[in-house]
């Protein structure tokens, strides 16, 4: 069983950077592919990013490719997400999920943070 804690969540000004970060304990951290999702009140859950177990390959969300930049440190169970030139849309809860299946869909991820809250002002 993973457990799974983000942080760093806030208020931005759009245009401006946030990093959120998700600490992993209870299980082998590299033995899994880590992805960010978001969801906005009232709407679905949507993929933004997702890395592979050594972070070699990662995948991105249409709308914030070029913008975010997910990476991770297997030596301290963490994974990150960057994100740059944020704007009003961005706003929504994050969460960092747990998958040892291919594909960037929630369901192929078995464990889940409780999230964290990133709010871009205009």
């Known amino acids: 069983q993973v457990q799974l804690v983000e942080s760093g969540g806030g208020l931005v000004q759009a245009g401006g950077s946030l990093r959120v970060s998700c600490a992993a304990s209870?299980?082998?951290?590299?033995?899994?592919?880590m992805g960010w999702f978001r969801q906005a009140p009232a709407k679905e859950r949507d993929f933004v990013a997702r890395?592979?177990?050594?972070?070699?390959?990662?995948y991105y969300a249409d709308s914030v490719k070029g913008r975010f930049t997910v990476s991770r440190d297997n030596a301290k169970n963490k994974v990150y997400l960057q994100m740059n030139s944020l704007k009003p849309e961005d706003t929504a809860v994050y969460y960092c999920?747990?998958?040892?299946?291919?594909?960037?869909?929630?369901?192929?991820?078995?464990?889940w943070g409780q999230g964290t809250q990133v709010t871009v002002s205009s």
């Open positions: 999920g747990a998958s040892n299946r291919a594909g960037t869909t929630a369901d192929v991820f078995a464990f």
């Open positions: 209870g299980g082998t951290f590299s033995n899994y592919a």
């Open positions: 890395i592979s177990r050594t972070g070699t390959i990662t």
